[in-house]
């Protein structure tokens, strides 16, 4: 899966399309958490997994109005993940991107404990610029839009990039990772639920997401 984001801005909402393309495959390196499973499974299935994690972080967000649809194969034979949001303009907007854009990568490590997303480092490149910005603004922490994260992870998502980010931008990103493995946690039969239809349906709507997810936290249609 290469990991495309595309952003198209109006003045009320930014359009966000999480687009795995199936080409260009590179593995990633693995967390090493003794909590999650270790096996080989079939790439849609872990493809299901990463674009589910994606779905319920954007579903979770306050600043996401519409998750329009979370499909596995498009017309392009792409799996992707359409969601509305408004414009980054805030750190808090930047910081909840970052955990959205890592949440990919934190489903693949749940269900299976590896990551081999192909091309997930589109996430990550995305994640990286947003983690940057808040680094520069001087204290990214001041800003967080959720608590600190609870999991712990030896995966260090620094180590993901040829050339590493700044300490700051590290820690930023450190962090989003793990505040999506948290709340992907938090609700694992939901997340269960997700992936198996996604894999069987292959293409979901924003009514059947709140179908297997329950009412969405900040009150959005």
Same mark, same amino acid.
């Given at each position: ?69 979370? /499909? ?48 997930? =480092? ?53 962090? =989003? ?27 979901? /709507? ?16």
């Amino acid at each position: 899966m290469v990991i495309v984001l595309v952003l198209a801005s109006s003045a009320a909402a930014t359009i966000f399309v999480l687009a795995a393309v199936r080409a260009g495959a590179r593995a990633l390196p693995s967390p090493q958490d003794p909590g999650w499973p270790r096996h080989d499974v079939p790439p849609d299935e872990r493809t299901a997994a990463h674009e589910a994690g994606h779905a319920i972080l954007a579903w979770v967000s306050p600043n996401v109005s519409r998750l329009t649809a979370v /499909t596995l194969d498009d017309k392009d034979g792409d799996a992707v993940v359409r969601f509305d949001r408004r414009p980054l303009v805030t750190p808090a907007d930047r910081w909840d991107s970052i955990v959205i854009a890592l949440a990919g990568i934190a489903g693949e490590g749940r269900a299976f404990g590896s990551i081999k997303a192909w091309g997930a =480092g589109r996430d990550l490149h995305r994640a990286r610029l947003w983690a940057e910005e808040l680094a520069a603004a001087g204290d990214p922490m001041a800003a967080w839009l959720w608590e600190e994260p609870r999991a712990a992870s030896t995966l260090d998502v620094g180590a993901m990039y040829k050339d590493r980010p700044s300490p700051l931008a590290c820690d930023v990103l450190n962090k =989003g990772f793990r505040r999506a493995k948290d709340v992907i946690a938090l609700r694992p039969d939901k997340f269960d639920a997700l992936r198996a239809a996604l894999r069987q349906r292959r293409s979901l /709507t924003h009514d059947e997401v709140g179908a297997l997810l329950g009412p969405r936290p900040w009150s959005r249609t």
